[in-house]
């Protein structure tokens, strides 16, 4: 049984009414429920955690380090293009894990291009819309397991 963590940053909590051009009408509690089912399913535990403060993010990247969560999804929002000392909460406590985009950053503002999570991610889910969730729960399930990749 593997611990998962779920991490939704700044302005997730609007999912289903922000910008749904961008992200769709499916909301966070939508998201959260099915990996949820997903993981209950699978006999592991899913725990989910938003928030729009960065320090927060970080103290709970930092608890789940030391509490054996195996391993994170997260979508860090607008935090993606900003926030260093999120990224060095996940290295700090060597956490694995996947990042996951509902839209495709590539296609959206030049400034979105660039993630700082990326090159120390075991993968990133870009545009998919909310099933990117879905997929990342599969693809930390099989990383977890030991699988190889494609």
Known sequence: MASLLLLNGPNLNLLGTREPQHYGSMTLADVEARLG?????????????QSNAEYALIDRVQAAGQSGVDMAIINPGGLTHTSVALRDAFAGVKL?????????IHR??????HSYFSDVAVGSIIGLGP???????RAAVAHLAGRPKG
């Open 96 to 104: 694995p894990f996947i990042e996951i985009h509902i839209s495709n």
């Open 108 to 113: 959206r503002e030049p400034f979105r291009h």
């Open 131 to 137: 099933i990117g969730y879905e997929l990342a729960y």
């Open 37 to 49: 089912e997903l993981a209950r399913a699978d006999g592991h535990t899913l725990e989910s955690f």
